[in-house]
């Protein structure tokens, strides 16, 4: 009578074994940890439904906002001089701002803040600088203007930069990132060079700013609405 043959199996291949049928793949083990962690108690789901049924119960104010950016942006581009203007007086009165609370600051914890006197000193280099820009309005075209030409002179180097970067890196798209650098920094010339061109510039460029700023608070608003016509039909 022929004996069947046994394999032994060691304790080693039997616990192998039990971690092969247990294991559970690391993509699905990830989830189940994220969803673990963002198991919420009841109380905070509560909360945060009604946080979410007060946000889209007022739906009409970003609908409200956007309406009224598309209106400003609109007077921004159809009056470049007006805007410029407006965009002159803000920029000072941020430059002067800034200088006062700064100096504030300083003077308060001068204590804690190592060279205060020379920090102290910028500051009201700020608020001096502010104050003689604002008593001529030469000097506000001119200090708008070099701030826009500045910005996109910064602008266009950091563009050069990435696609240098990028063309090192093997990536594509490298040389219309060069490109766009290139122009950004002609671009800064031109204002520069030019303060009529640069006032119309600048004022197209706010008013559309704002624009699209308004068109996505009036995107956001239909959203919200459609949100809270959902909630009424689940209601009934």
């Not at 100096?103 to 009201?124: D, E, T, V």
Request: overall charge negative; some cysteine.
């Amino acid at each position: 009578m022929a004996s069947k043959k046994e394999k032994i199996v060691s304790p080693d291949e039997t616990v192998q074994a039990e971690k092969k049928t247990e294991e559970i793949p690391s993509e699905t083990a990830e989830e189940i940890a994220v969803i673990e962690v963002a198991e919420l108690s009841p109380e905070e789901e509560k909360i945060l439904e009604d946080e979410a049924k007060q946000i889209i119960k007022h739906w009409w104010i970003p609908l409200v906002a956007g309406i009224l950016q598309i209106c400003f942006g609109i007077f921004f581009i159809s009056n470049p001089f007006t805007t410029f203007e407006a965009l002159s007086i803000f920029a000072i009165s941020l430059l002067i701002s800034i200088g006062i609370i700064d100096a504030i600051f300083i003077i308060i914890n001068r204590k804690s803040i190592p060279s205060w006197g020379w920090n102290l000193a910028a500051a009201l280099v700020y608020v001096v600088l502010g104050i003689l820009i604002s008593s001529s309005l030469f000097a506000q075209e001119e200090f708008l203007i070099l701030l826009f030409s500045f910005a996109f002179l910064s602008e266009g180097v950091n563009g050069i930069l990435l696609s240098t970067n990028m063309k090192r890196e093997g990536k594509k798209g490298w040389g219309f990132v060069l490109a766009f650098g290139i122009l950004t920094i002609l671009c800064a010339f031109i204002l520069a060079s030019n303060v009529l061109t640069a006032i119309l510039y600048i004022g197209l460029m706010t008013g559309i700013t704002v624009i699209s700023s308004g068109i996505e608070l009036i995107s956001s608003g239909i959203i919200l609405l459609k949100a809270e016509k959902e909630l009424k039909k689940d209601k009934q």
